[in-house]
């Protein structure tokens, strides 16, 4: 039997930052129970300047289609919260 889209599983991006942000992103996330990837880990943090695609220093969290919807919702409180407590320390 063919396997269908709904049964792909696939790697997705939910996140892209400086390597200690993905780090605490991914760390939230593994506390959801979703696991989660790093990509670009070490070239973000040794070269930088390298990194194609998200900027220098990025580092992606990627996460299973199948977790991504409750991976959004972690990624966007985290989001939200950061925003929040910088807007409080201004």
């Known amino acids: 039997m063919k396997p269908t889209k709904k049964d792909t599983i696939f ?3 939910v996140f892209s930052g400086t390597g200690w942000e993905a780090e605490l992103v991914k760390s939230l996330l593994e506390n959801a129970e979703i696991e989660a990837f790093l990509i670009d880990e070490n070239t973000g943090t040794l070269a930088p ?9 990025s580092v992606k969290v990627t996460v299973s289609n199948l977790d991504l919807e409750k991976a959004k919702s ?5 989001e939200e919260n950061i925003h929040k407590n910088n807007e409080e320390s201004l």
């Open 74 to 78: 972690v990624v966007s409180d985290y």
């Open 11 to 13: 790697p997705v991006e």
């Open 49 to 57: 300047w390298y990194t194609a695609g998200g900027g220098a220093g």
